[in-house]
């Protein structure tokens, strides 16, 4: 069974599989932050994007840059490591406003 599971996962073994496991756990945090949006939104009845919204962006960022780091993958590493910066500005700005208010 567990020589199924790695093959459909394109994995080698447990180590990798537990890989992919963390890799699958990052994008559903990543991608919760827009029904977390999208929730906001509709309960103000106009688009709003919530701290929340940035905290799963730098937790989903994290793990998978971490992830893309351990797969070698240029691409990906370039594109989560940009992103991190939008989002800990994003919530830098924030604060900012808060500490000022």
Do not use: C, K
Not at 21 to 31: E, N
Not at 41 to 47: D, V
Not at 60 to 87: K, T
Request: charged share 10%; glycine share 8%.
């Amino acid at each position: 069974m567990a020589e199924t599971l790695f093959a459909w996962l394109n994995v080698g073994g447990w180590y990798e599989f537990w890989w992919v496991v963390i890799g699958l756990g990052a994008q559903l945090a990543f991608s919760s932050r827009f029904i977390v949006q999208w929730i906001a939104s509709e309960r103000a009845g106009r688009s709003v994007v919530p701290v929340a919204f940035w905290y799963l962006s730098i937790l989903g960022g994290v793990v998978l840059l971490a992830y893309a780091i351990h797969r070698h993958d240029p691409v990906f590493i370039l594109g989560q490591s940009m992103g991190l910066l939008i989002y800990a500005r994003n919530l830098w700005l924030i604060h900012a406003e808060r500490r000022a208010a």
